[in-house]
């Protein structure tokens, strides 16, 4: 019986492709850094923002 992920594969062995380009997956390193800047800087926000009062601001003449 075949399963979902049986696609390409001989005797039920990890897929091994034809090409001789056998290289291990790496992240992208400039989408990773803008991805943990901007988490960071949102999660900065969600901490801060509810220690934030809200205040009337009035002016005075």
Do not use: Q
Request: include cysteine; hydrophobic fraction near 40%.
């Amino acid at each position: 019986m075949r399963g979902w992920f049986d696609g390409f594969r001989s005797d039920g062995g990890p897929t091994l492709y034809a090409y001789s380009n056998r290289t291990s997956v790496y992240g992208d390193i400039p989408t990773i850094t803008i991805c943990i800047l901007f988490l960071t800087v949102f999660l900065a926000f969600l901490t801060i923002f509810p220690g934030v009062r809200k205040e009337v601001c009035t002016m005075h003449r």
